[in-house]
């Protein structure tokens, strides 16, 4: 409890508390400083309400590094650090500690080795000024964990050989993360699979990443550099600014909030990147998914997106199987996609944005003031319907956004800067509401009169706020959206046999 606790060996445990009834380090000073052996292991022994305190920790060439395992009610362990630049390009001043080189053969275990920091059944782990790298499998390996706090963190080298589905070698790994998380000023390289991979099946996850950058990943076993995933009744709640992510060779980001306590994902002031040249098919940008069981919202805003495969924004209101229903809205706002004059720099092969409502379920958004350039099919599409047969509301509020410069990507010929399909297999019965604002979108495709296209199918509708013409008068629908888009847009709409063309209401909803 005084503090100053200075303890130090080349090759055995530095602190190994197991099935020790309570245990407490607190005070200031206190440090640990190993070789080859584990340098903290509490397994099966509750902290004291004090907690555990420590300056600094350092290991080199063990198993483990640090092993917190059924830690009790109370946190379980604060390194603070004293001060110093800690980051991936100058780890000069990781003051908190650095686990480094930790071995061992592939483990799909809930406390493997080859790890340089292990948390299971515990809670309230915060780590300042810490570097881990060089692990046979992972940076951090949690499993059921309550509260963490990450600052001025990193995890570099590289970290797993692994990409089967048991082990998924990732910089950061977790399983069942809930309560508050806060990741700042962290840096993550070097994952064999991802670099952040959140599983989720239950609770409620808050997580908050502030100044967190992304990078590396290994090109033969990489997928998502980072992935957020709430199933069964998880809430995962995601709120991303002022990051970066630089690598993928599957999705950069891919949020999934569609267990029954949904989830909200705020993205805002990002710059997302990507550099590997072999992303995988489907891959290279952004993949959200929710409202399959509960409410999902999002609000994306003020980021800026780039070198994706297929679309740099996939957005999907998903559909459950099972008949359980959810809604998702929210906002995408002045947002930058593509490189003007950069070939191909937003997407590839696919849309700026590709935005679906699968059904079982409504979905509202409000897409204003994005900037979309260089994408190889539509700047942005939507999609009512998802192959199965559902029925749902799709309200779609499209102002002030500026699309055109698109690639030059030679197998894509179909090109519309605003495209909309309402109905998608027999039996759909979508209600879509489109109402438009003023759009920079003259030139956006690849031949005149396309830079829009509405086709309505099935037994859906398109209400078109306003519209005063006949119901499947494709010609009276696409001058009437000429006129609300403005600027010369040019473009076409279909009424396929059921579908129609309505004009009722002044909003959408």
Not at 51 to 59: K, S, V
Not at 313 to 323: Q, V, W
């Amino acid at each position: 409890s005084g503090g100053g606790s200075d303890i130090d060996t080349t090759s055995g445990n530095g602190v190994s508390a197991t099935t020790s009834g309570t245990f407490q380090v607190s005070g200031s000073g206190n440090t640990i400083d190993t070789g080859s052996g584990k340098s903290l292991n509490e397994t099966n022994t509750d902290t004291a309400a004090a907690g555990i305190t420590f300056d600094h920790i350092t290991g080199n060439g063990a198993n483990a590094g640090i092993l917190l395992n059924n830690t009790g009610a109370n946190n379980a362990l604060t390194v603070t650090g004293i001060g110093g630049t800690c980051t991936n390009a100058d780890s000069s001043g990781c003051s908190g500690g650095s686990i480094l080189n930790t071995t061992g053969a592939d483990d799909a275990g809930t406390t493997p080795v080859g790890t340089a920091v292990v948390l299971k059944d515990t809670k309230g782990v915060s780590l300042t000024r810490m570097r881990l790298a060089n692990n046979s499998n992972y940076g951090i390996r949690g499993n059921t964990v309550a509260g963490l706090t990450l600052a001025n963190f990193v995890i570099n080298g590289t970290n797993g050989t692994s990409a089967v589905t048991a082990n998924k070698d990732s910089a950061a790994r977790f399983n069942e993360l809930t309560g508050t998380v806060s990741i700042t000023n962290t840096d993550m390289n070097g994952g064999y699979t991802s670099n952040l991979l959140v599983n989720n099946t239950a609770g409620t996850l808050n997580s908050t990443l502030t100044g967190f950058n992304s990078g590396t990943i290994d090109a033969t076993g990489g997928d998502d550099a980072v992935q957020f995933e709430g199933l069964g009744t998880a809430a995962v709640n995601l709120n991303m600014s002022g990051s970066t992510i630089t690598t993928a060779t599957g999705d950069l980001l891919q949020y999934d909030g569609d267990g029954t306590g949904g989830g909200a994902l705020t993205l805002t002031g990002n710059t997302l990147t990507n550099n590997e040249p072999s992303i995988a098919v489907g891959g290279g940008g952004v993949a959200i998914t929710g409202g399959a069981t509960g409410p999902a919202t999002l609000d994306i805003q003020n980021n800026t997106l780039r070198d994706s495969l297929t679309n740099a924004i996939t957005l999907i209101k998903s559909r459950d199987n099972s008949g359980g229903s959810g809604n998702f809205s929210g906002t995408i706002n002045n947002n930058q996609i593509g490189v003007a004059g950069t070939p191909n720099s937003g997407s590839a092969e696919g849309d700026g944005m590709e935005i679906t409502n699968e059904g079982h379920g409504n979905m509202t958004l409000s897409i204003t003031n994005n900037v979309i350039r260089q994408y190889n099919s539509s700047g942005m599409q939507f999609v009512a319907g998802g192959g199965i047969a559902d029925t749902g509301q799709f309200n779609l509020n499209i102002s002030g956004n500026t699309i055109g410069n698109p690639g030059n990507n030679p197998s894509i010929t179909l090109l519309q800067g605003i495209r909309i399909d309402s109905g998608v297999t027999s039996g759909d019965t979508f209600a879509t509401c489109a109402n438009f604002g003023a759009n920079a979108i003259t030139g956006s495709s690849d031949a005149a009169n396309k830079d829009f296209r509405l086709v309505v199918n099935q037994n859906t509708s398109i209400r078109l706020p306003g519209y005063a013409g006949a119901a499947t008068d494709g010609t009276a629908v696409a001058a009437f959206v000429a006129g609300k888009i403005g600027g010369g847009a040019q473009g076409t709409a279909v009424a396929n046999a059921p579908g129609t063309f309505t004009g009722t209401g002044a909003t959408c909803p």
